[in-house]
């Protein structure tokens, strides 16, 4: 199937989400999830001329979705490197970060990277094609009680051991190699009227393992902390509890633990100032347009002055 910056991944909570950015047209932006480029280019178009935006991707497949803007500088890498790649580029504050985390529609329609059970594929689900782990070799290679703290943490299921156990049972007569051999070596232990969310649930913690998401988003999160300039805003959509606890707790406390931390008058020490305190979700007409986007919630921060 041939794929077009439009199909490629239809961005979420478009406007909401460079609203949230309170573009300024000479500022720099980054967005560090370019994908299809949907937020990009919405970025741009409200940027002057002196403006510029940074959008990072790991997967080579974004690079064809590029746009032609002498204002925009492509970077190939995870965003979990951030703070290097801005000093390479001399650039050591920027106005505003937008991340649309979790996997792209491209990802999830793609009949070959095995990051949906829709299809019988390789066990790959690496966003970087070029390095790395497969999932075929997190289920083959890793103990019992690994693979059930991978189910466990990362897809929230309460029957990681049992999961795990299945698992090890059948790649002991051959190894898992496609989606339906990881399908068909855990389908019995999943309820019926449950059984599509929870495989959902299995391929998510794989995904999450074999990318080193939550580590990667730690380490954005704190480098965006750093890069930020006062009154700088961070806008993030995120779509799965994991992801969203994690930014809710930067954005409260300024660190992705949640540990609170007081001032002498008792007050809780953080560098972001809230801009949404209750987070935003798509309307009912975009959740029907893109399914993708039902589970999507929005949170918006702003850097605080540095003696606030």
Same mark, same amino acid.
């Given at each position: ?113 095995? +990051?949906?059970? !829709?299809?019988?594929? =390789?066990?790959?689900?690496?966003? #970087? %094609? ?5 999932? /075929? ?126 001032? +002498?008058?008792? !007050?809780?020490?953080? =560098?972001?100032?809230?801009?949404? #305190? %209750? ?5 009912? /007409? ?23």
């Amino acid at each position: 199937m041939a794929t077009t910056a439009n199909t490629y991944h239809v961005p979420v909570l478009l406007k909401e989400s460079v609203d949230g950015l309170g573009i300024r047209p000479s500022g720099v932006y980054v967005d560090v999830t370019f994908g299809g480029g949907g937020h990009s280019r919405e970025i741009l178009s409200r940027l002057g001329d002196g403006g510029r935006l940074f959008g990072f991707d790991q997967d080579a497949d974004a690079e064809a979705n590029v746009p032609g803007d002498a204002r925009f500088t492509f970077v190939r890498s995870n965003f979990r490197y951030l703070k290097n790649w801005m000093r390479y580029h001399g650039v050591d504050g920027i106005d505003g970060l937008i991340a649309d985390l979790g996997v792209s529609s491209h990802h999830f329609d793609d009949e070959t990277r095995g +990051f949906s059970f !829709r299809f019988d594929a =390789p066990l790959d689900m690496r966003m #970087n %094609k070029r390095d790395g782990m497969t999932a /075929a070799d997190v289920l083959n290679k890793y103990d019992e009680a690994r693979l059930a703290d991978v189910f466990y943490l990362y897809g929230e299921l309460k029957n990681s051991r049992r999961i795990a156990s299945a698992i090890a049972k059948a790649r002991a007569s051959k190894p898992l190699a496609t989606t339906q051999d990881l399908i068909d070596a855990t389908a019995q232990l999943l309820k019926r009227e449950r059984e599509k969310k929870d495989m959902a649930k299995v391929f998510q913690a794989l995904r999450i393992e074999v990318n080193h998401e939550m580590d990667a988003l730690k380490e954005m999160l704190a480098a965006a902390t750093e890069l930020l300039k006062p009154g700088g805003r961070l806008s993030v959509i995120t779509y799965h509890s994991l992801e969203d606890r994690m930014v809710k707790n930067v954005i409260r406390t300024g660190n992705a633990e949640g540990t609170v931390k007081q001032d +002498f008058y008792g !007050r809780v020490s953080t =560098p972001y100032t809230a801009v949404n #305190n %209750k987070v935003i979700t798509p309307s009912e /007409a975009e959740q029907e347009d893109n399914p993708r986007s039902r589970s999507a919630k929005l949170r918006i921060a702003e850097r605080k002055e540095e003696d606030e």
